[in-house]
């Protein structure tokens, strides 16, 4: 069986879970369980009255399960997050905790497929029982949709001349794997910047295939009623799309514009930021590269 180590090295661990300022008895979720890192930090800051709920859709997770009374695996998509913990009989809870992204675990299993370093067959699926994976992306959809996928979630300006070049391929030949897929993108991909813009490329189809960008949403907007008044929300992104999201609801209660103000220019928000964007520092970094990107904001229930 694969050490918790192993499987992810969780980032920002402490800074995380002291941005819950954790209650002995109080009820916390974790919604991103993975290898448990987390989770068993929290843990080992509740007393015998409390409870951790915790989610992951990824199979592979499951046997990271924590043998411990007070604590609960839900092996569902974080999305659900409203109705798994209505099932449990649980209303209300004191913290929420978010990784997001990709577990390191996901990273380094070649045949997972979302990795550039190997060679696989594109699948990206985080819930391996999805029917939609980056070969479908990939082979099926249309060009403007694919144009869309690279320039919303890739931030990649060419996004119109890779769709027309995957378009112009696929007619010959269906695109299975990364080693093909990398070929078919290779006039895209300068030496000097190779990788950088690989990743985005990955990065683009991966948020596509696992609606990441949607699930965000519709977690967050389940928070406000989940969390008791004082509650926190401790949020670790990854990349500008999802940082952005997670910043703008904290500071409005909303993804895009301004909430409504009444007559004398006041406005009322669910929340109240906690503290400045923790980022981790060198020595993380330097330990766990995968953390060198990493932005973790802390939310207080009003």
């Known amino acids: 069986m694969m050490s918790q180590m192993e499987y992810h090295n969780p980032v920002l661990l402490h800074e995380t879970v002291d941005g819950l300022n954790i209650k002995p008895d109080g009820v916390y979720v974790d919604v991103t369980f993975g290898g448990g890192g987390h989770a068993k930090e929290i843990l080992n800051r509740l007393g015998d009255q409390g409870r951790l709920y915790a989610f992951d859709q990824d199979q592979d997770a499951q046997q990271n399960a924590i043998a411990d009374d007070r604590f609960t695996l839900i092996p569902e998509n974080f999305r659900y997050i409203k109705r798994f913990l209505r099932f449990h009989n649980v209303k209300k809870v004191d913290g929420i905790l978010g990784d997001f992204g990709v577990s390191s675990h996901q990273f380094d299993v070649a045949e997972r497929g979302f990795s550039t370093r190997f060679e696989s067959d594109l699948d990206m699926r985080m819930n391996q029982n999805d029917s939609l994976s980056a070969y479908h992306v990939v082979n099926k959809y249309e060009e403007e949709a694919l144009r869309q996928v690279f320039w919303q979630y890739g931030e990649l300006r060419n996004a119109p001349k890779i769709a027309q070049t995957i378009i112009a391929e696929r007619k010959e030949a269906r695109i299975k794997t990364s080693e093909h897929f990398k070929k078919v993108l290779q006039p895209f991909l ?15 189809i991966r948020i596509e295939v696992n609606q990441e960008i949607e699930v965000l949403k519709e977690f967050l907007l389940q928070t406000e009623n989940l969390l008791e008044t004082g509650g926190r929300l401790s949020l670790i992104s990854y990349h500008s799309l999802e940082d952005r999201l997670v910043k703008r609801y904290i500071r409005n209660g909303l993804f895009e514009g301004e909430p409504e103000k009444d007559v004398y220019g006041n406005f009322e928000v669910p929340f109240k930021k906690v503290g400045k964007l923790i980022i981790p520092d060198h020595k993380e970094i330097k330990e ?3 953390a060198r990107s990493a932005k973790l904001r802390i939310a207080e229930r009003i």
Do not use: G, S, V
């Open 288 to 290: 766990n590269n995968r």
């Open 190 to 204: 300068p030496k000097h910047r190779e990788h950088k813009i690989l990743a985005q490329i990955y990065q683009a």
